[in-house]
């Protein structure tokens, strides 16, 4: 069940322990689930359990530590040998006294590696005070050091076979963007909307079956629309109503979203004009993401845009995609908005995502694209406008 | 929106409150999602960036404190006053220097309790290390106690309007499970049958449309029955093989899951066998489900059964179940295994599931249940049996 060549997930874990160098770690402790899978290929929904896959510098494999029950779905999915792979019994699973973050510090020292320095992203999902606390107490000599997101910045930049993932994503979101355009109807359940958006997610294109998204559809609906995360409920959709639909399609966990934003009926003036603003902001921050190029020139270039037209806008306008797990299918590196520095690179992906929220209403309208040589290149091919059925 | 009258919503504050003076905190900070909604109402896909409710001990009304635009979220699904409801700006999201639970602490100091003891569940999803240093740095005169999974034990006795939804979500996954059974068939591709199973999900019924479950369908099939916590690929599924599919429905976030087994062709007599075992364990389990029991009792039946029968398994066989966000419909409450001295009460839920996970392959048969005071009522009706399908 391996997504990668195993010498693409040398290069990974190469990449890696360079980052860890620099970092002045011995050993790193990973507890996201992206990451794991990055760096192993482990793929299971068994993260609501602490787990880490653990990187060595002078050892050639990593190790994978989780729930008893799990080790199974790491023998299936990656390709450690069976030496590398630590199973924690169940009395660690939700309980007061043990914590499977000591499991994990008692393997390290196992190892031979308790005094070691040791790197841990304090700030990563699914690593908790109590789990830190756990390490510490357990390793009391080792130096721990935040090495913050290190191996999501070595996922920024993809390697072909991830922007061919990519790609395949991107075919199923054209088809499911079209779907749920052709669901959003007057007198249509919002659920059973979804119930369509859902399938069309799942069963991709004929090639290419479709992985659950990291995010819920995201479909705030009529007063709504000046809120970006509601999901639905069960109102059918109203004539004279706008409909946001920001939805992902997902192939062997890498993302390609998208956003449009859909009304039923004449679309008052505002929402027409704004979107045709949004659109021409998007044109021009894509003709900014060349490689060389700051994060924040990106969005200045849409900043100038909406500013012409006398429009604010305070939140970030993309963010780095690729990989992901629940909660999120950002990267949690890069964000396009002001002060970010980091120098656009080849194969960087970013989802552009200049939502509007305004006092009582909202237009969301994005494009997904990788960085080539040339500059941005969306992956989809799918209007980018302002979706008015009447 | 508000899913429930706004005396229940006190009830549950008025409950937490107690709880809060057991613990000898007067302010409790609560980051986790579903807590946030049990709470106060809050329900978004925003918890991929740090947030919290927090509760005073002598304020009738908590804050929600999230990102600025998610606050027209909070406006509209809570009961909380506009002076309650707090918002950092963009620049705390996903940000080097500045972390959202600096805001947090900021707010707790301008509402004059930096002095005061404060409770944080240290173990709590979407709960970083660096967030509770953020709150630390900030608050450094505020004594800070591990409250555990204090609100989650608020919630593990639910009411009558809850158990309202569950019923709901029962009807669903009665008919998401029939759907799925007959998706699996030889040469139907497995994403396409998952497809059919979250229309289902999402859809529902005429009467009750369905939420996302906080997990996604689980679908080991093949040689996979063996790892619970595989989800599905683009294979088909092939006559002689067995499919697991833990599944749930979601109705206003509150699940009721169900686990079936479905074999292709003529059942190998060990799966047939060991999965009337499964059900006879099941059975003798519920049974010992009363009011006044211990959860490791419930645990106990089901171990003398499968003993008599020369089976060991070395997992919990269920858990609190009710009101969740992904990456967990489970309560990380009470476990039904051996130690677990928790007292069985009216009203409390259950998702039974003991399942059996073998060298090379595994059954899965769950019942969810509520505890009354006759005993354990099961929230389905749906034949509890191995499905052969010939």
Redesign the interface.
């Known amino acids: 069940?391996l997504r990668f060549d195993p010498a693409e997930y040398a290069l990974r874990l190469a990449k890696t322990k360079e980052s860890m160098q620099e970092h002045g770690v011995d050993v790193l402790i990973v507890p996201d689930p992206a990451n794991m899978n990055y760096l192993t290929g482990y793929?299971?929904?068994?993260?609501?359990v602490p787990q880490a896959v653990v990187v060595i510098l002078d050892e050639e494999q990593p190790l994978w530590i989780g729930r008893?029950?799990?080790a199974?779905?790491a023998r299936?999915?990656t390709y450690l040998e069976q030496r590398n792979i630590y199973a924690y019994?169940?009395?660690y699973?939700?309980?007061?006294i043990l914590?499977p973050m000591d499991y994990v510090a008692n393997v390290v020292t196992e190892r031979g590696l308790a005094t070691r320095p040791i790197g841990?992203n304090?700030?990563?999902?699914?690593?908790?005070?109590?789990?830190?606390?756990a390490l510490q107490n357990n390793l009391p000599d080792a130096n721990f050091v935040?090495t913050?997101f290190l191996v999501n910045w070595v996922r920024a930049v993809k390697s072909q076979h991830e922007l061919d993932y990519m790609d395949q994503a991107a075919r199923i979101i054209e088809h499911v963007m079209q779907v749920a355009i052709d669901a959003v109807a007057p007198g249509v359940?919002?659920?059973?909307a979804?119930?369509?958006i859902?399938?069309?997610?799942?069963?991709?294109t004929e090639e290419?079956?479709?992985?659950?998204p990291a995010?819920?559809p995201?479909l705030p609906s009529g007063?709504?629309t000046?809120?970006?995360?509601?999901?639905?409920?069960?109102d059918p959709f109203r004539s004279d109503e706008t409909t946001i639909l920001e939805l992902a399609a997902c192939r062997h966990r890498y993302h390609v979203p998208m956003a449009r934003t859909v009304h039923l009926g004449k679309a008052p003036k505002r929402l027409e004009e704004t979107s045709k603003i949004v659109v021409e902001g998007i044109e021009n921050a894509l003709a900014a993401a060349k490689p060389g190029a700051l994060c924040e020139e990106v969005e200045l270039a849409w900043q100038r845009t909406i500013q012409r037209h006398g429009i604010v806008k305070?939140?970030?306008i993309g963010?780095s995609v690729g990989l992901n797990?629940?909660?999120?299918w950002?990267e949690?590196t890069m964000?396009l908005?002001p002060?970010n520095k980091t120098e656009i690179r080849p194969n960087m992906c970013f989802h552009l995502i200049p939502?509007l929220?305004l006092e009582d209403w909202g237009v969301e309208i994005s494009e997904c694209f990788r960085v080539t040589e040339q500059g941005a290149q969306p992956f989809c091919n799918f209007p980018r406008q302002l979706v008015i059925k009447t």
Chains 1, 2 share one sequence.
């Not at 793929?43 to 609501?48: A, E, I, P, T």
């Not at 359940?189 to 059973?192: A, E, G, H, S, V």
């Not at 859902?198 to 991709?204: D, F, I, L, T």
């Not at 000046?226 to 069960?234: A, K």
């Open positions: 069940m793929d299971g929904w068994s993260f609501y008893y029950q799990d199974n779905a299936a999915t019994p169940d009395v699973v939700h309980a007061d914590h841990v304090m700030d990563a999902e699914y690593l908790s005070p109590r789990g830190l606390a935040d913050g359940r919002q659920c059973d979804v119930g369509k859902y399938q069309a997610q799942m069963s991709g290419f079956g479709g992985d659950y995010i819920a995201l007063p709504g000046n809120t970006p995360h509601l999901t639905w409920t069960d305070e939140s970030r963010y797990y629940p909660p999120d950002g949690h964000s908005r002060g939502g929220w």
